[in-house]
């Protein structure tokens, strides 16, 4: 399913005004722990799928790598990301990650943040980035953690005076569609499990380098309210893989 709900302007309205859409990677409140984990890239080509405001492509620029392409479906989340393009050789293409199929060995690492979970098949991502990096090349993503999609409504359960009681988890191992309230819209996201995301991986002849689970950094546990629940649970899901 190709939802494309960013380009609705009530939902993108909504979401521009999410703190790491306005600070960018500063207000991702993984970014401390992919950064550790991304690879160098300079003179390395570089592929972003599902680039958003394009926030990883300009990082990764500035990290001096040779080229970089993000491709996204939303065409106003593009826009926002070429208005503030500061490389010459970033490029932005309005594209599904279903359908990108590029040349073998057409670049040296892959990003993705924070998009799988929108699509039904994690394989046809591996199967189709194992064939375009270079050999030794890099596949970084984030995704929602599975405990954080398995039950489907992405919210608390809260007592009599609207405190977080627990986090349901449920139907675990039933893979496929959850629907949740995001910004107030209905989003269909594709719970998976955490073997389906390594066993993908390693079917298609990656190696896992790393697999971390974030934890909120101190600096947002001090100054964000509310932050210190995000300790209760997994929100995220980071792994990085080689091309053997």
Request: charged share 25%; aromatic share 14%.
């Amino acid at each position: 399913m190709k939802e494309n709900k960013y380009d609705n302007p009530a939902f993108f309205n909504q979401y521009s005004q999410m703190t790491r859409s306005v600070k960018g990677l500063e207000g991702a409140g993984e970014w401390h722990v992919l950064q550790k984990i991304l690879p160098i890239t300079k003179g390395k080509r570089v592929l972003d799928l599902g680039c958003g405001f394009g926030w990883h492509c300009q990082y990764v620029a500035g990290q001096g790598a040779e080229s970089v392409l993000g491709i996204d479906l939303s065409e106003k989340m593009l826009d926002f990301a070429k208005q503030k393009n500061q490389f010459s050789f970033v490029e932005y293409k309005q594209m599904a990650i279903e359908d990108f199929d590029f040349p073998a060995e057409s670049f040296d690492v892959v990003l993705s943040s924070l998009a799988f979970h929108y699509l039904e098949s994690f394989d046809d991502v591996c199967r189709k980035v194992h064939k375009c990096l270079s050999v030794g090349g890099t596949f970084v993503f984030s995704v929602e953690h599975p405990v954080f999609t398995a039950y489907g409504s992405q919210d608390w359960f809260y007592n009599e005076n609207s405190e977080p009681i627990h986090w349901p988890v449920d139907n675990y191992y039933k893979e496929g569609i959850r629907k949740a309230n995001f910004l107030g819209q209905e989003v269909v996201k594709y719970h998976k499990t955490l073997t389906t995301y390594v066993n993908g991986l390693l079917k298609s002849g990656f190696e896992i380098t790393a697999l971390v689970e974030p934890e909120p950094d101190e600096i947002s546990l001090k100054t964000i309210p509310g932050m210190q629940d995000e300790l209760r649970r997994p929100i995220f899901l980071i792994i990085s893989a080689l091309k053997k």
